[in-house]
């Protein structure tokens, strides 16, 4: 794919819904998206609108495990961003996106981008494999759904690997995990919102599929960018998979997530080990400038909790 940032963006004036946007990236995405579209053309779909706070846009009620209600949730959108369902204990998160994709259809969607995982194939040993096999399954609903898509695979949020690293600063200063030397493409939560928005509000990469990352780094490189930005000294040291399993099943708030995300995590950190995860950018093709770099963000992550 070939980058065009002199491409001019077309906005549509359609009504844009995104699905599980009560969530970091959904409450991003809409934020972008109000700009971009107005207030009047973005409806969030939250399972409890109750505790959703939002004055200025349509917000319905729509869970990933009610059809119906999807499709009630839907009715009169023209194009859907389906943000993939978090990983939760006994949860079949296949069926939760058939669930959305088939209501979608139902509700006469034209247009449908769903937030799918970046990398090369896990082998079936891998602890990443299942996550990877939910994703792939999903795209090919979504591909065959009828309808216009566009796949947009995420790289790993920096925002999340950061706060780790905050925590191996706040510790003993060393981080610690399985990936090794491997390179990682990285992407902010904020970059991601924007790159999606865009998606959702121009008929950009009309059935295509586009990684949505930056920088490809790994481990050191992270951790060094992180230290400059927060004036931090942490250093990164390889451990097995055994030893990272261990060490996120001593930490009582992974521990309560769940035995899947612990795998999942850990599976990242093997992909990223044997170079699945270094992947090229569609960032600008798809935005029309160059993405920011993970030090940017990363500086951009510090001024917000600043705020
Ligand atoms: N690429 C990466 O590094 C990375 C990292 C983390 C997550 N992800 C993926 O990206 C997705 C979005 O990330 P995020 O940071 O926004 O996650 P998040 O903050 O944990 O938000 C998850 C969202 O899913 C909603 N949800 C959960 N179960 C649902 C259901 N049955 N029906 C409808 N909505 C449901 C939650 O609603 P409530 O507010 O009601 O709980 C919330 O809005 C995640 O779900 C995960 O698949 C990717």
Redesign the pocket.
């Known amino acids: 794919m070939t980058s065009d940032s002199a491409r001019i963006h077309e906005m549509n004036t359609e009504r844009i819904a995104v699905?599980?946007?009560?969530?970091?990236?959904?409450r991003t995405v809409l934020a972008e998206l109000i700009t971009l579209s107005g207030p009047e053309n973005v409806v969030a779909v939250?399972?409890?609108p109750e505790t959703f706070n939002s004055s200025n846009i349509a917000v319905r009620r729509?869970?990933?495990?009610d059809e119906t209600e999807m499709a009630t949730a839907l009715s009169g959108v023209d194009a859907l961003l389906m943000?993939?369902?978090?990983?939760v204990p006994n949860v079949d998160r296949l069926a939760?996106h058939t669930r959305v994709v088939n209501a979608a259809r139902a509700a006469g969607v034209r247009k449908i981008v769903y937030?799918s995982v970046i990398g090369g194939e896990a082998t079936s040993e891998m602890l990443y494999r299942p996550t990877q096999q939910v994703g792939r399954a999903t795209e090919a609903l979504v591909k065959d759904s009828g309808m216009t898509w566009v796949i947009a695979r995420?790289?790993?949020?920096v925002d999340?690997d950061l706060r780790h690293i905050r925590r191996a600063a706040a510790g003993d200063g060393i981080y610690r995990n399985n990936a090794g030397t491997g390179r990682c493409g990285y992407i902010s939560?904020a970059e991601l919102g924007v790159a999606l928005a865009t998606l959702m509000s121009t008929d950009q990469c009309t059935n295509e599929t586009v990684n949505l990352t930056s920088e490809n780094l790994t481990q050191t490189e992270l951790v060094g960018n992180a230290n400059d930005v927060f004036g931090s000294r942490v250093s990164y040291e390889k451990i097995s998979i055994q030893q990272c399993l261990d060490k996120f099943h001593a930490m009582p708030d992974y521990v309560k997530r769940g035995e899947e995300l612990i795998t999942m995590l850990v599976g990242c950190f093997e992909c990223i080990d044997r170079g699945l995860f270094e992947v090229s950018s569609d960032f600008e093709y798809v935005v029309g400038r160059p993405a920011k770099s993970i030090r940017e963000q990363l500086e951009d992550v510090r001024d917000r909790h600043a705020q």
């Open positions: 699905t599980a946007a009560s969530g970091l990236l959904g939250v399972r409890n729509g869970n990933y495990d943000i993939a369902s978090p990983i939760q937030t995420n790289g790993l949020y999340l939560v």
